[in-house]
């Protein structure tokens, strides 16, 4: 299951800075494309939805497909024009959330 | 160019084969099927090449974890911003990859992330924009360990 959000968001930025965020989630991404030692279809478990939002509107998300690799890693970028809080938001195909908050201060 | 060919290809041949090529009934995906799915995301649009840049490595070390990342040169403001941005791959038992959804807050349309790749083929990035206008770049990578745990 997924577990264990790390996500790297300066502390601080100027007015319309455009900021790098990393995210990584720890999920094996089972792909459904593997088989068990009796041969039988592992079926696929995996993230299928990222959000990013800042001080509550989505500013990126991804429709996320069984060939992104393992622990998923996703790096963007955003504009930040006020200070305000990042909040990260990864679904499961079993309907399973993650979310993690992160904070920026623009001067 | 080869793009090219392939649309006019999946043109011809796609629609009759369209029901064939569902997602999950057949063994890996085509350069065909991913055509469509190019076709799909332009819905109607005609796909040029240009402002859309795609990075991936020549040779893949591993097909488990890929290194790829998109770059659209665009203003992203509320009149003119990318949207979305499409990833295929030929060559997997399922072209899809990931779709990344912009907006303008997004201040750049780039993205990274990693993949996997069960074989040599081609990647395929497809990028809409808000006028409607689509664009699309293709890296070839050599794979020689794939990467679908088969």
Known sequence: MASKPRVKVPKSASAGDIISIKSLVTHTMESGQRKDKEGNVIPRMII?????????ATVFSCDIDAAVAA?????????????????FIWTDDDGTVIETEKQIEVL | ??????????QTVGLSLAGLFGASTKAFATPE?????VAAFADGSEVGSGSLKLTAPEIAENGNSVPIAISVDSPMTEDNYVKSVALYADGN????VITFHFTPASGAASASTRMRLAKTQNVVAVAKMSDGSVVSDTRNVKVTIGGCGG
Do not use: H, I, W
């Open chain 1, 71 to 87: 622990n998923p890693y996703l790096e963007f970028k955003a504009r930040v024009d006020e200070s305000g809080t990042f909040k």
């Open chain 2, 33 to 37: 099927a991913v055509a469509e799915s």
């Open chain 2, 1 to 10: 160019m080869n793009l090219n060919r392939r649309q006019l290809l999946a």
């Open chain 2, 93 to 96: 038992p399922n072209p899809d």
């Open chain 1, 48 to 56: 299928n939805k990222f959000e990013c939002q800042f001080n509550g």
